[in-house]
């Protein structure tokens, strides 16, 4: 049993992206690989046009290797269309998570 868990999320507001794949890097390559996926959901503060951007970030741990990331980006759309019509799929699509 390890100390670690096996899937982390991490958000941020006042983070910027580049700190978050930071933290995502260090929660994969500083636990020796117990922890398998790193989802990162980072949202910025509302556009003249009240529109707000996220953007969800799935990094995954391979041994030996530089971490895996993908990244996917989001203007105004509705959390259900955003998370299950988008990301499930295209994760789904290429076989991302592989053996958890």
Do not use: H
């Not at 759309?77 to 295209?90: N, S």
Request: glycine share 8%.
């Amino acid at each position: 049993m390890s100390e670690f868990p096996t899937i982390v999320l991490e958000s941020g507001w006042s983070e910027s992206q580049a700190q978050l794949q930071r933290d995502c890097q260090l929660w994969l390559e500083g636990t020796a690989g117990a922890v398998k996926v790193v989802i990162l959901y980072k949202m910025d503060p509302p556009d003249r046009q009240n529109q707000i951007k996220a953007t969800m970030t799935f990094c995954r741990y391979v041994a030996g290797g530089a971490p895996v990331m993908i990244s996917y980006v989001c203007s105004s759309l509705p959390y259900r269309t955003f998370f299950f019509y988008l990301v499930f799929p295209a994760v789904q699509s290429i076989g991302f998570w592989g053996r958890i």
